[in-house]
């Protein structure tokens, strides 16, 4: 009888060892999903760093963007201005020298009114 006390207490500890060694890996494995968990979260939350990363550069994208249109639409007015300056300034030229050239004409048929009052006065004396 103590034999079977013996085997029976055997048994016993084998099935103790047993049922810890089974509660052992459950803990594994819910040790092993509570990590497989904390890493999926981690994943999220980089996902969601990046994806906030990626909107500010694209914002920062879009107001360098409008910055370098307003450049350029700056650039383009300072070019119209300009070309709007040298055409007052042709413009100017043109009349200085249309003047000008009215002045010489002027001058001119005065010249030739004194020169025949000049001829007429001759001839009348």
Do not use: D, K, P
Request: proline share 0%; glycine share 0%.
């Amino acid at each position: 009888m103590a034999q079977i006390r013996i085997a029976q207490i055997r048994i016993e500890q084998i099935r103790i060892a047993q049922i810890r060694i089974e509660q052992i890996r459950i803990a594994q494995i819910r040790i092993a999903q509570i990590r497989i968990a904390q890493i999926r979260m981690a994943q999220i939350r980089m996902a969601q760093i990046r994806i906030a990363q990626i909107r500010m550069a694209q914002i920062r994208m879009a107001q360098i963007r409008m910055a370098q249109i307003r450049i350029a639409q700056v650039r383009i007015a300072q070019i119209r201005m300009a070309q709007i300056r040298m055409a007052q300034i042709r413009i100017a030229q043109v009349r200085i020298a249309q003047i000008r050239i009215a002045q010489i004409r002027i001058e001119q048929i005065l010249i030739a009114q004194i020169r025949i009052a000049q001829i007429r006065a001759r001839f009348n004396s």
